[in-house]
């Protein structure tokens, strides 16, 4: 079992910066590749960016050059550093992990953390 624990979210306005942090613990031998996805209210959940444990990266287009994935394995530890935030990027935020980096992009990730809210005002 692995438990994912968000931090970060918050309140701020069109065009500031919030960094989301995740925290693993468990299982966490068994992860290979983690992610971040959202979820915004009558929105199905999108991924927003993906990391696998050789530090490969994927991102959603609408967040490419605003966000940024990183991940700190001594830590058990991922990251999202979102800039330049929009409305648009107002949405729960979720961690996800999983022992392969296609279940983490494809919205099957065993693992899931319970959420931070993100709101961006205009």
């Known amino acids: 079992q692995v438990q994912l624990v968000e931090s970060g979210g918050g309140l701020v306005q069109a065009g500031g910066s919030l960094r989301l942090s995740c925290a693993a613990s468990?299982?966490?031998?068994?992860?290979?590749?983690m992610g971040w996805y959202r979820q915004a209210p009558g929105n199905q959940r999108e991924l927003v960016a993906a990391i696998a444990s050789g530090g490969g990266t994927n991102y959603a287009d609408n967040v490419k050059g605003r966000f940024t994935i990183s991940r700190d394995d001594a830590k058990n530890t991922m990251y999202l550093q979102m800039n330049s935030l929009k409305p648009e990027d107002t949405a729960v935020y979720y961690c996800?992990?999983?022992?392969?980096?296609?279940?983490?992009?494809?919205?099957?990730?065993?693992?899931w953390g319970q959420g931070t809210q993100v709101t961006v005002s205009s």
């Open positions: 996800v992990a999983d022992k392969t980096f296609r279940a983490v992009v494809a919205l099957t990730p065993r693992s």
């Open positions: 468990g299982t966490i031998f068994s992860i290979n590749a």
